[in-house]
Each structure stands twice: as C-alpha cells, then as structure tokens.
C-alpha cells in the first residue's frame, strides 16, 4: 500500500476519534495571564462519557497506529532504491 493512502485514512480515523469525542464531550475551560509568564496557566477538564467515548479512544488508536505505518511505508519507499528511468 503506497504511504499517501495510509497517511490519508490515518486522518479520517483521527479526525473521526477525536471528532467524536469532542463533540459529546462536557467540561470547562479557564486561562490566567499573569506578568511572570512562569505564573500563566490553562487548565482544560472534559468528559466523555459512554459509547463516543470509547469508539473515539478506539478511533483514536486505529488512527495514530496507521500514522505510524504511514511513516515506515514513507520511509521505506524513500530508502528503496528506483528502478531507473522511466520507461526502460
């Protein structure tokens, strides 16, 4: 399978996980800014709870594994050596 296809469906998984999960998801936000910067802060609490919480993990997963693949199958293509010049 050529490195393209798995990069493309690698997106669809995660954007469809994470999608998922942060559509059904509740929780709040908050950002202080202070004069230091080491005193700024972000806290981000959400919850998902139920069956868009774990397709979206398992989305998720499926998505991030296929990534990885899509790297080696990158890598792998780069490193092999061409057939020479087209149409010999």
């Keep these: 399978m050529k490195p393209?296809?798995?990069l493309i469906l690698s997106v669809v998984f995660l954007a469809a996980?994470?999608?998922?999960?942060?559509?059904y998801c509740h929780g709040t936000t908050g950002f202080n800014a202070a004069?230091?910067?080491?005193?700024?802060s972000?806290?981000?609490c959400l919850t998902t709870t139920g069956l868009p919480a774990m397709g979206g993990?398992?989305?998720t997963v499926i998505g991030v594994l296929?990534?990885?693949a899509a790297l080696v199958a990158a890598i792998v293509a780069q490193v092999k050596p061409s057939r020479g010049?087209?149409?010999?």
């Design 57 to 59: 993990f398992v989305l």
């Design 4 to 6: 393209d296809r798995l």
């Design 42 to 44: 972000l806290q981000v």
């Design 85 to 88: 010049p087209a149409g010999h």
């Design 35 to 40: 004069f230091p910067v080491a005193g700024t």
């Design 17 to 23: 996980g994470l999608g998922w999960i942060l559509n």
């Design 66 to 68: 296929l990534l990885i």
